[in-house]
């Protein structure tokens, strides 16, 4: 305990009044510190914000200008598909034809003897008797190639095809 004179209540009570101000922190420091905690937030809510408007923009945009592009595009898409369909389909009969027309080829070879034919000439100039005595068979008459599909019949709109003809010459259908 302090011994106190009488006389002198004032020096204890000022000495008192300083070691409460001195023990109690200060009030502006703790507000100051709470303001700019809250300021902070306010900050990040702010950007929050913002980026949820433009989430939300550029959600609108979306809705309103690329999905009716995208639909469009699927729909054109679409087109294009059946269109490589239908090359498929077409690639599948051409290789059909060209199958049956090796194969008439072939048949044709071995009626007629072509390369044979051709081997016994060549042979014969040689002057070897075997091959220069033999018999030959009358020609046979000239093959006609099959009707069997017409390119502008599947593609109409195809430009260029007179390009492709020569005078004179009539195109043959294949």
């Known amino acids: 305990m302090l011994l106190v004179d009488a006389d002198r209540p004032e020096p204890v009570r000022s000495g008192a009044r300083e070691l409460a101000l001195f023990l109690t922190p200060e009030p502006g420091a703790e507000a100051k510190e709470v303001e700019e905690t809250i300021e902070g937030m306010l900050l990040r809510l702010e950007e929050f914000c913002s980026l ?3 989430i939300r923009s550029d959600t609108s945009q979306i809705l309103e200008e690329n999905i009716p ?4 595009k699927v729909t054109e898409m679409r087109g294009i598909y059946a269109r490589v369909d239908q090359l498929e389909a077409f690639v599948k ?24 034919r051709a081997l016994r000439r060549w042979l014969g100039s040689t002057g070897l008797p075997s091959f220069g005595n ?9 093959y006609e ?19 492709l003809r020569t005078p004179g010459h009539p195109r043959r259908r294949l």
Do not use: C, I, N
């Open 145 to 163: 190639l099959p009707v069997l599909y017409r390119t502008e019949d599947h593609f109409p709109g195809a430009t260029g095809q007179a390009a």
């Open 69 to 72: 592009l995208l639909q469009a």
């Open 93 to 116: 009969m051409v290789g059909h034809h060209v199958s049956l027309l090796e194969a008439q080829v072939l048949q044709a070879e071995r009626d007629h003897g072509a390369f044979s």
């Open 52 to 54: 949820t408007d433009m």
């Open 134 to 142: 033999k018999l030959w068979a009358p020609a046979p008459p000239p």
